[in-house]
């Protein structure tokens, strides 16, 4: 079974920090995603990558930055933490091969609260 | 981007076949039907996909009409444990290799 494992389920953090979300997945997959969910938004992409060193914006780049050093792990980092940013945090990873049809797994969450 | 549309909700009784309908008529020929859950408080699951054909899988099967405008996730047997919001996908073509959308759903609750 594909295995995709977020660093903590929650996590409480001070506006103006600095929060690392880290990511990990086991199934070598290449492309790898971060997103928000809110209640009645449903989830938006904050950003993705399909290799190593790689990374693309999604739909909310504003506030966030990534990094992808090895292939099974992507970071979602938020630069400067603010209220608004308290969500939940969701990562996921696909395979590349298929042109785009392989289904994405995703891991349990991050709850993030920022106080 | 083709739309879907769910019902909101849906009861099914413990043991019974639940049966979930999705519309999606602006679907384009090469664009895939996924199915997703989440349970509260979880990431969303996986469940099954397909384009033309019906497919099953251990978890569940999927019946997409002949002209693809719509499709039936068949939970054959659902458990307690089914209880979820079920969503119907169709998947963004392009360049972002998986900008999935998630609509509303359909809150599934199983009952005893």
């Known amino acids: 079974d594909v295995k995709v494992t977020q660093s903590s389920r929650y996590l409480v953090k001070r506006t103006g920090e600095k929060v690392f979300l880290e990511c990990v997945q086991d199934?070598?997959?290449?492309?790898m995603f971060w997103y928000r969910q809110d209640p009645g938004l449903g989830l938006r992409l904050i950003y993705f990558?399909?290799?190593?060193?790689?990374?693309e914006k999604g739909d909310i780049p504003e506030g966030y930055s990534v990094s992808r050093e090895k292939k099974e792990r992507f970071s979602l980092i938020l630069e400067s933490a603010s209220t608004n940013q308290t969500s939940m945090y969701l990562c996921?990873?696909?395979?590349?091969?298929?042109?785009?049809?392989?289904?994405?797994?995703f891991g349990d969450g991050t709850r993030l609260s920022i106080l | 981007d083709a739309k879907t549309t769910q019902p909101p909700s849906m009861d099914c009784a413990e043991g019974r076949a639940a049966n979930l309908p999705c519309n999606h008529s602006t679907i384009s020929g090469n664009e895939y039907v996924y199915w997703y859950r989440q349970i509260h408080s979880q990431g969303p699951q996986y469940i099954i996909h397909g384009l033309k054909n019906n497919e099953t899988n251990e978890m569940a099967s999927l019946i997409i009409t002949e002209d693809r405008k719509s499709s039936t996730l068949i939970l054959p047997h659902a458990t307690l444990r089914d209880t979820a919001v079920y969503y119907c996908i169709v998947r963004v073509a392009g360049g972002s290799q998986g900008n999935l959308i998630f609509g509303k759903g359909t809150k599934l609750s199983v009952k005893p």
């Open positions: 996921a990873s696909n395979r590349r091969v298929g042109f785009g049809n392989q289904p994405q797994h």
């Open positions: 990558s399909y290799d190593v060193k790689m990374k």
């Open positions: 199934m070598d997959h290449e492309n």
